[in-house]
């Protein structure tokens, strides 16, 4: 699951002069591809807890994986700025709900060894992010800036169809904080 969480992010960069010229939009705009799921991240991430507690690990996690991929592949396909955008933000809403519920759930399910656990995700989302950062530009030059998008959620897909078909502990949905 590490290894889904950052290439729908962190792959853009090295697209945006692509992106730029084939939406015919400014570097700024471009950069809202990268900032979008960025700012789900904080804006969304206190709905994880609550569809933890409803629909439990496998679901919590692999459903807005799966909704993130599916959408990602959307996002590459539509034409205009504007479309593209849009189907950005719920890219960031699914990365951003599985995101925050992985430490939680690595500690239920690995209680004898949360820290192996949590080592392993985060290995998973640095070498996810790196694969996605390197292959883009070639990906890119091969097959365009919209296929390549295309085949990280397609990975995405692949990768979260394992997470899904697994037995999971039942998690234990972190306690409510009091807000601010």
């Known amino acids: 699951v590490g290894l889904v969480l950052r290439p729908q992010i962190v792959g853009v960069g090295p697209l945006l002069p692509r992106i730029e010229s084939s939406l015919h939009i400014s570097h700024g705009v471009a950069g809202l591809l ?77 209680p ?23 292959a883009a530009a070639p990906l890119a030059v091969l097959f365009g800036w919209r296929w390549t998008l295309v085949v990280y959620s397609l990975v ?3 990768l979260v169809v394992p997470w899904l078909a697994r037995r999971h502990a039942a998690a234990a949905a972190p306690e409510r904080a009091p807000l601010p």
């Open 112 to 134: 004898a060894r949360p820290t192996l656990g949590t080592g392993v995700y985060t290995t998973g989302i640095n070498v996810g992010a790196t694969i996605a950062s390197v």
């Open 34 to 110: 990268a900032t979008i799921p960025v700012l789900c991240m904080g804006v969304f991430a206190p709905l994880a807890p609550p569809v933890l507690r409803r629909f439990g690990s496998r679901a919590a996690i692999g459903a807005p994986l799966l909704a993130a991929a599916a959408v990602g592949v959307l996002r590459a396909v539509l034409p205009g700025a504007p479309l593209v955008l849009l189907f950005t933000v719920p890219v960031g809403v699914g990365i951003a709900v599985a995101g925050t519920l992985l430490p939680d759930v690595v500690k239920e399910e690995y």
């Open 156 to 158: 995405s897909l692949a």
